[in-house]
């Protein structure tokens, strides 16, 4: 295993709900910015959420209202909620850290250094 390790991803039906949680090992991550990236079949990787260091936080705009990203320093856990899924959020969800997390709220997919191994998130109407 890496030091990023993502879980909580499963099958829902449209308007469902769920959780995924990351789990960070081998250094403390409370300097690093901390996303959520998604990749469906045939696309790009694309940012999710992300929280720097301070806790300012963005989300891209077709999640906006309905995922909510949150971190526990202190458990070295990076959570994303999702409500409301749609079938266009089926992905394969990762988990990622950039450090220099004081910088800015990152969501370029080329500033982040380490990655999980991803969890994936598949959405039926």
């Known amino acids: 295993q890496g030091p990023l390790v993502e879980s909580g991803g499963g099958s829902v039906q449209a308007g469902g709900s769920l959780t995924l949680s990351c789990v960070a090992s081998g250094r403390p991550y409370s300097n690093y910015c901390m996303a959520w990236f998604r990749q469906a079949p045939g696309k790009r990787r694309e940012a999710v959420a992300a929280?720097?260091?301070?806790?300012?936080?963005k989300y891209a705009d077709s999640v906006k209202g309905r995922f909510t990203i949150s971190q526990d320093n202190a458990k070295n856990c990076l959570n994303l909620t999702m409500n409301y899924l749609k079938p266009e959020d089926t992905a394969l969800y990762y988990c990622?850290?950039?450090?220099?997390?004081?910088?800015?709220?990152?969501?370029?997919?080329?500033?982040?250094?380490?990655w999980g191994q991803g969890t994936q998130v598949t959405v039926s109407s």
């Open positions: 929280i720097d260091s301070d806790g300012n936080i």
């Open positions: 990622a850290a950039s450090p220099m997390g004081w910088v800015r709220v990152k969501m370029d997919a080329a500033e982040y250094n380490y």
